[in-house]
């Protein structure tokens, strides 16, 4: 595990060292909404995350975020669950604001889901309303899947460009 880390830090500072690349910062949170069995056991959550956008081309960005999201059991006793994500992916502007996003990584359970790792990844579409300096508000709304779970997230987000 400190191996992955290391790898994808060491990733992030290469991919940082080519100059004259835009990078932008989003900080976004949402409602997670719990599908299939999942929904049986637990309530809609919330998440809280922050991406790394780092231009690779026209339009197409690498994509790294980490964050967590988090959900209470329906019934008595009321316990809680979480999953805390590290994902890498591309994010691709298909016209003006709107955009495609996939990404896929790393899920280290927390509470209920045991303190386990693993396999995660999301896809879905979002819009920027960008701003004069490029960044702005966003809106997306994504597929998830791990952890054996299926949960559907409606985020709401700022991006700065950095």
Request: with cysteine; net charge positive; aromatic share 16%.
């Amino acid at each position: 595990m400190k191996h992955l880390f290391l790898v994808c830090f060491l990733s992030i500072i290469l991919i940082k060292s080519h100059a004259q690349r835009q990078n932008s910062l989003k900080i976004h949170g949402g409602a997670e909404f719990t599908s299939g069995f999942f929904a049986d056991g637990y309530e809609a959550g919330w998440g809280i995350y922050v991406t790394d956008y780092i231009e690779v081309n026209k339009g197409g960005n690498i994509v790294l975020s980490t964050g967590g999201a988090f959900w209470n059991s329906k019934g008595e006793p009321i316990s809680k669950a979480g999953i805390w994500l590290t994902r890498f992916g591309y994010r691709q502007f298909v016209i003006s604001g709107l955009y495609l996003q996939s990404d896929a990584g790393l899920g280290i359970g927390l509470k209920n889901f045991t303190g386990s790792t693993r396999f995660v990844f999301g896809v879905g579409p979002g819009y920027l309303i960008k701003n004069k300096t490029g960044g702005g508000f966003d809106i997306s709304v994504r597929y998830n899947r791990g952890f054996n779970r299926t949960w559907f997230g409606l985020g709401v987000g700022y991006q700065f460009n950095l």
